[in-house]
């Protein structure tokens, strides 16, 4: 079993700054993929950004195009993974939640339903 616990969310005004961050235990994470999605009041859970990690390589980071060039998706090691939010919106506005399969694909990984694991959501609020 793998527990996720994210931490960093906030109130922040537009433009300004948030750092993610989400670690695991249970399990160490080596070739999981681990992402971020997010939820905002009345709407679906939306991909935010993923990485997979293997033996301390970076194997792929993928970032949805809503937030290309604002976060950044980095893996400091098999179980931890942040996300850097800069220049945000309004319409950041969401619960975000951490993530992790072992069966991600290309072709998958912007699938909620694909993810076996999830935290519990940090709420990030922007202003404007």
């Known amino acids: 079993q793998v527990q996720l616990v994210e931490s960093g969310g906030g109130l922040v005004q537009a433009g300004g700054s948030l750092r993610l961050s989400c670690a695991a235990s249970?399990?160490?994470?080596?070739?999981?993929?681990m992402g971020w999605f997010r939820q905002a009041p009345g709407k679906e859970r939306e991909f935010v950004s993923v990485?997979?990690?293997?033996?301390?390589?970076?194997?792929?980071a993928y970032a949805a195009d809503s937030v290309k060039g604002r976060f950044t998706i980095s893996r400091d090691n098999a179980n931890t993974v942040t996300l850097q939010m800069n220049s945000l919106k309004s319409e950041d506005t969401a619960v975000y939640y951490c993530?992790?399969?072992?069966?991600?694909?290309?072709?998958?990984?912007?699938?909620?339903?694909?993810?076996?694991?999830w935290g519990q959501g940090t709420q990030v609020t922007v202003s404007s």
């Open positions: 249970g399990r160490t994470l080596t070739a999981y993929a």
């Open positions: 990485t997979t990690w293997s033996r301390g390589s970076l194997y792929y």
């Open positions: 993530a992790v399969d072992r069966q991600i694909t290309l072709a998958t990984m912007t699938s909620p339903g694909q993810y076996e694991y």
